[in-house]
């Protein structure tokens, strides 16, 4: 079984821009995904708000029964989020990387219009070689 089922990036204003599936036993259809990426923007603006301790980012990590959800929010408001299986560690470090792959493969591409919808080949290469190496660590360990 795979340590990490999904993918999502949402943009500063809550929609879905990428979303990729790494088989998860329950596959989402699209409305279902949107609806994900919706109510994780809601809960993330929320959660700063009421949040007690000033200068709160929000939710960073979600642990359920069945799965973890891993927040990492850029500066400029996008959200990268995992659902994985409840325990994985290094899910931060990932994260990360992928906003790095993000801002060398989507923003620096002269083709791509800020908040829409990610199309790009390089970005997708390199995602799945980032997920891939990271499930063999995983496997390593």
Same mark, same amino acid.
């Given at each position: 079984m795979a340590a990490i089922y999904s993918l999502y990036i949402i943009n500063k204003s809550g929609g879905l821009i990428f979303y990729k599936d790494y088989g998860s036993a329950g596959r989402m259809d699209t409305n279902d995904t949107l609806r994900v990426a919706s109510l994780w923007h809601s809960m993330h603006a929320i959660s700063q708000q009421?949040?007690?301790v000033l @200068?709160?980012? @929000?939710?960073?990590?979600?642990?359920?029964?069945?799965f973890d959800l891993h927040c990492f929010q850029s500066l400029t408001g996008t959200k990268f989020f995992v659902v994985c299986e409840p @325990?994985?560690?290094?899910m931060e470090n990932l994260l990360k990387y992928i906003y790095e792959l993000y801002t060398d493969y989507v923003l620096k591409n002269p083709f791509y219009e800020m908040e829409m919808p990610i199309r790009c080949e390089l970005f997708d290469i390199n995602l799945s070689q980032a997920v891939q190496k990271d499930r063999v660590a995983l496997l390593g360990r």
């Open positions: 009421l949040s007690p @200068g709160c980012a @929000g939710i960073e990590l979600l642990e359920a029964d069945n @325990g994985t560690l290094h």
